[in-house]
Structures are given as structure tokens and as C-alpha cells.
């Protein structure tokens, strides 16, 4: 009779003690709840899982694998254990550990999103490319619309090499892409793959006119179709933009990456033995009127030797050069970005 008693009493107190801890959790009491961390021995797998979420949310991820490795041991196996416990161990950038236990966890329940979506994730943090690749490959199967998936199978393509693959896969995705952010990168990285790896320039150029006209303001989408024109001969195309930026510098909505150093980056040229690198400056008035500024930039080093400067002031204009082949020269007519640009190629030519 005193055994059943006690045993019952047991059993109440463990009931009584689940309800406290679920009624906590509902209540967000993480605190009262992770005090009870020293009793999980005496707890149900729900209540251990609840003590250990309390750990992760203070943090304390060690203490919260321990406790989710003990309800595995003590048999208490279900798919949110081995997921929790993936989380901590993805916290600590234990990836690969994280990712076999999302592995867990679907093992238990196949094709749950969250899940596929952690594994692939630590895969893809823990240096595993091509494990990655595959769990994103079949989230895109199972799951069409999950612009994640999408994005990251075609990025992974790119970032591996597989260029041709990379461009293939990005223009057969990105018109379905829901979410306007990963139409916008995917955008952003098959204009590059066509400008410097698929050498289909006109291509490129037609996505960056795509991605300007839907976000006008953006300087970057406009300095590297200025780059990109220049290097097609497209003058005209270049003034354009050059114009284009003229307009936000003017109605101060340059970043202030650019203000800051008073100069933007907009032409990189290569010539015989150095790179030039063309800035205009956004505000003469505080560079000794300077409007562009050319740097010579040794390829293998990126050592800058030389530095010129195209100034007008007070009517007249000059070319100033310091640093390796000196010169001053007076220019009777003022140059555009193609003359000065031409004018720097000469430059550089004889040095």
C-alpha cells in the first residue's frame, strides 16, 4: 500500500511539474524556468526540451546540448530534440555537428522546411558546398515558391565556378522569385557572371539598365554600367549615367561613402603596364578645383606610383602629374571623361 502511495505521488508531482513549466513557457518565464535545470534527471522529455530552449534563450548553448543528450539517452527521441539541439550547435558554429543533427531530426520527420532549411544552411557554413547544394536542390523540388532555396542552389553554382551552370540556373529562376530582395541579387550577380565571366557585355548592360530603372537612386547600379559602356565604346550611354549621377550629387543623395572622400570611382582602365583608376571629385571647390584624379596602380600589387589631376581655375585648365613621369601640361579646351580618359591612356603609355 505505502509503494502505490509513494507512487502516485510521484506521478502527481511529475504532472504537477509539467503543467508548471508549460504554464511558465506559455507565460515566456525562461528564467523561472531555466532554474530548473538541476532537476531535469527527474523530468519528462517535453519539460527537458522546455529547460534546454530556456538555455538557448539565455544563451548558455552548452548547458543546453547537455541537457537535449540526456533526454536522447534517457530515450526521449522525437524530431524537435535532435532540431533544438542542431540550433545550439549551429549557435556554437559547430556546423557540421548541427547539420547531422538536422539530419536527425528529419530522419524522424521528412521534408518538415524548417529543418531542410537549417541542414542546408550549416552544410553551407560549415564549409560543405556541395552537401549544401543538394538539401537546397531538393527544397527547390518539394518546395517551388521557397526563394531561399532557389537563390541559394544558383548562388552556390557561382561561388563553386560552374559559371555556365550559375548563369543557366539564375535565368531559369529568377522571373519566379516571389520575394523582390532575391530577384534583386540574383539580378545583381547574372549581370556580373555576364559581364566578367559570360563575356556577353550587352547582356549585362540590359539587366543594370533593368535594376536602374527599378531603383533610380542606386550609384552603384549606375557606376558599373558606366564602366561597363566605356569599355563597349558606348560614350553616349556613359554620359548619360555620368549625367544621372551629376543629378543625386546635386540633390545630396550620394552615399556617404562617397562624400566622404570627396571622389567617386568611375572609370578602371588597363593599360600597358599600369591600371588606371579615374575619380571625380564631387566637390571641386574643396580639391584645389580639381575635377577628376587618375591614379596609375601597378596590377600585381595594386601599389598606387603616379597620381594626375585634371584642375580648372580661373579659366585655365591643367593636367597635373605627381609621383613616376611627372609632368605639367596646359589644355586649351575642357576635356570630358573619354578625352581626359584617352588623355591619361597616352599618359600611361610612356611611362
Given at each position: 500500500m505505502r509503494i502505490l502511495i509513494l507512487t502516485f505521488l510521484a506521478l502527481l508531482h511529475t504532472a504537477a511539474s509539467a503543467q508548471s513549466i508549460q504554464r511558465l513557457w506559455n507565460q515566456k518565464n525562461y528564467e523561472a524556468i531555466y532554474e530548473q535545470r538541476d532537476r531535469i534527471h527527474r523530468m519528462s522529455g517535453p519539460d527537458m526540451l522546455r529547460v534546454a530552449q530556456a538555455a538557448q534563450h539565455f544563451d548558455e548553448?552548452?548547458?543546453?546540448?547537455?541537457?537535449?543528450n540526456t533526454a536522447i539517452e534517457k530515450g526521449y527521441e522525437d524530431d524537435q530534440t535532435y532540431y533544438v539541439r542542431g540550433l545550439s550547435f549551429?549557435?556554437?558554429?559547430?556546423?557540421?555537428?548541427?547539420?547531422?543533427?538536422?539530419?536527425?531530426?528529419?530522419?524522424?520527420?521528412?521534408?518538415?522546411?524548417?529543418?531542410?532549411?537549417a541542414k542546408a544552411d550549416a552544410y553551407y557554413r560549415g564549409q560543405k558546398p556541395d552537401s549544401a547544394l543538394a538539401v537546397f536542390n531538393r527544397i527547390h523540388l518539394l518546395y517551388p515558391n521557397k526563394d531561399v532555396a532557389t537563390f541559394m542552389s544558383c548562388k552556390i553554382l557561382e561561388e563553386q565556378g560552374y559559371m555556365q551552370a550559375a548563369i543557366e540556373c539564375f535565368e531559369g529562376n529568377i522571373r519566379d522569385m516571389v520575394a523582390k530582395e532575391y530577384r534583386v541579387e540574383a539580378s545583381e550577380i547574372l549581370a556580373s557572371l555576364y559581364w566578367h565571366e559570360g563575356e556577353d557585355s550587352a547582356r549585362a548592360a540590359a539587366i543594370y539598365r533593368e535594376l536602374i530603372?527599378?531603383?533610380?537612386?542606386?550609384?552603384?547600379?549606375?557606376?558599373?554600367?558606366?564602366?561597363?559602356?566605356?569599355?563597349?565604346?558606348?560614350?553616349?550611354m556613359v554620359?548619360?549615367?555620368?549625367?544621372?549621377?551629376?543629378?543625386?550629387r546635386d540633390s545630396d543623395q550620394l552615399p556617404s561613402i562617397y562624400t566622404r572622400k570627396n571622389a567617386?570611382?568611375?572609370?578602371?582602365?588597363?593599360?600597358?603596364?599600369?591600371?588606371?583608376?579615374?575619380?571625380?571629385?564631387?566637390?571641386?571647390?574643396?580639391?584645389?578645383?580639381?575635377?577628376?584624379?587618375?591614379?596609375?596602380?601597378?596590377?600585381?600589387?595594386?601599389?598606387?606610383?603616379?597620381?594626375?589631376?585634371?584642375?580648372?581655375?580661373?579659366g585655365e585648365?591643367?593636367?597635373?602629374?605627381?609621383?613616376?613621369?611627372?609632368?605639367?601640361?596646359?589644355?586649351?579646351?575642357?576635356?570630358?571623361?573619354?578625352?581626359?580618359?584617352?588623355?591619361?591612356?597616352?599618359?600611361?603609355?610612356?611611362?
Amino acid at each position: 500500500m505505502r509503494i502505490l502511495i509513494l507512487t502516485f505521488l510521484a506521478l502527481l508531482h511529475t504532472a504537477a511539474s509539467a503543467q508548471s513549466i508549460q504554464r511558465l513557457w506559455n507565460q515566456k518565464n525562461y528564467e523561472a524556468i531555466y532554474e530548473q535545470r538541476d532537476r531535469i534527471h527527474r523530468m519528462s522529455g517535453p519539460d527537458m526540451l522546455r529547460v534546454a530552449q530556456a538555455a538557448q534563450h539565455f544563451d548558455e548553448d552548452s548547458i543546453a546540448i547537455y541537457i537535449l543528450n540526456t533526454a536522447i539517452e534517457k530515450g526521449y527521441e522525437d524530431d524537435q530534440t535532435y532540431y533544438v539541439r542542431g540550433l545550439s550547435f549551429a549557435k556554437q558554429r559547430h556546423f557540421i555537428s548541427a547539420a547531422e543533427s538536422f539530419h536527425q531530426a528529419l530522419a524522424l520527420n521528412q521534408h518538415r522546411l524548417p529543418y531542410m532549411l537549417a541542414k542546408a544552411d550549416a552544410y553551407y557554413r560549415g564549409q560543405k558546398p556541395d552537401s549544401a547544394l543538394a538539401v537546397f536542390n531538393r527544397i527547390h523540388l518539394l518546395y517551388p515558391n521557397k526563394d531561399v532555396a532557389t537563390f541559394m542552389s544558383c548562388k552556390i553554382l557561382e561561388e563553386q565556378g560552374y559559371m555556365q551552370a550559375a548563369i543557366e540556373c539564375f535565368e531559369g529562376n529568377i522571373r519566379d522569385m516571389v520575394a523582390k530582395e532575391y530577384r534583386v541579387e540574383a539580378s545583381e550577380i547574372l549581370a556580373s557572371l555576364y559581364w566578367h565571366e559570360g563575356e556577353d557585355s550587352a547582356r549585362a548592360a540590359a539587366i543594370y539598365r533593368e535594376l536602374i530603372d527599378n531603383n533610380p537612386n542606386k550609384v552603384n547600379y549606375r557606376l558599373n554600367l558606366l564602366q561597363l559602356t566605356a569599355e563597349m565604346g558606348e560614350w553616349d550611354m556613359v554620359a548619360q549615367q555620368q549625367e544621372a549621377i551629376h543629378q543625386l550629387r546635386d540633390s545630396d543623395q550620394l552615399p556617404s561613402i562617397y562624400t566622404r572622400k570627396n571622389a567617386l570611382p568611375i572609370l578602371s582602365l588597363m593599360g600597358v603596364n599600369f591600371r588606371i583608376e579615374i575619380y571625380e571629385i564631387i566637390r571641386p571647390d574643396l580639391k584645389d578645383n580639381a575635377i577628376y584624379e587618375a591614379f596609375l596602380i601597378t596590377p600585381l600589387h595594386a601599389r598606387p606610383v603616379g597620381k594626375w589631376s585634371y584642375i580648372v581655375e580661373n579659366g585655365e585648365q591643367k593636367i597635373v602629374g605627381e609621383g613616376r613621369g611627372a609632368e605639367e601640361f596646359t589644355i586649351e579646351t575642357e576635356l570630358n571623361l573619354m578625352e581626359f580618359s584617352i588623355f591619361m591612356r597616352s599618359i600611361e603609355r610612356k611611362l
